[in-house]
């Protein structure tokens, strides 16, 4: 407790008034580009991997970055969508998996977590991604199996976000961009999802050779039909 303390302190003697007229405008409104669902993990800041400021990002954690489609679930992860797709409007959904995750190593292994019954129902939501790794991966290295699911878990958190009806809604008109990203924290790197190829690409050569950003954003249907509203 005592470095949280301590860090409070220093954000409000340093960090806070090097920021204070940012913090002023953000004291009666935010308008977040973008929203982020990424993992709970303590290794996992999104805000410091995008370089991102207070109120540019509105992020959702939780075990495993998972999103449980809209018909099964209704808690806390699916209002913090409704509320940044159909309230704050933001432009991009982001989910974000990273290397070395818990929720991916428990999902390989259910029965690790047999006695922990909320993690392990919560982790249902990515057995889809499980069944789709053993069914169509041949791995010897359970490294590389873990790579492959967290990829996947990745994909079928993108599959269950579309179930959404404010995503949904607005994937039709072609005002919302969706994202798949893979942090590696070793190496701060990012591997994100491309629906056109099938498959991640590094971000870092996405950069370096100039190309343009993979997506994992369906076509727009109704765009000429009603417009892009949000």
């Known amino acids: 407790m005592q470095r949280l303390i301590e860090g409070f302190n220093r954000f409000r003697l340093e960090s806070f008034p090097e920021k204070r007229e940012l913090f002023e405008k953000l004291s009666a409104k935010q308008t977040p580009h973008s929203m982020i669902i990424t993992c709970a993990d303590s290794r996992v800041v999104p805000e ?3 370089s991102s400021e207070p109120g540019d990002v509105f992020v959702c954690r939780n075990v495993g970055n998972i999103v449980p489609p809209y018909a099964q679930f209704t808690g806390g992860v699916s209002a913090a969508i409704e509320y940044a797709v ?11 998996g990273h290397t070395d995750c818990g929720a991916m190593k428990a ?13 392990s129902a919560w982790l249902r939501h990515a057995h889809v991604a499980k069944h789709v790794v053993d069914n169509n991966y041949s791995h010897e290295a359970s490294a590389d199996t873990l790579a492959s699911l967290t990829e996947e878990n990745v994909v079928a958190q993108l599959d269950h976000l579309r179930t959404h009806p404010s995503v949904a809604a607005r994937l039709a008109r072609g005002n919302l961009t969706l994202h798949g990203w893979v942090y590696d924290i070793e190496n701060g ?4 999802y491309c629906a056109q ?7 870092s050569q996405v950069l370096e050779n100039g190309e343009s950003w993979p997506t994992a954003t369906p076509p727009a249907r109704l765009s ?4 892009n509203a949000a």
């Open 48 to 50: 410091f991997f995008t």
């Open 86 to 96: 159909a309230v704050l409007g933001v432009a991009n959904v982001v989910v974000c």
């Open 107 to 119: 999902t390989m292994t259910p029965e690790s977590v047999d006695k922990l019954p909320a993690v």
């Open 189 to 192: 790197g990012i591997k994100a």
């Open 197 to 203: 190829r099938g498959h991640f690409v590094s971000l």
């Open 224 to 227: 000429g039909v009603l417009g």
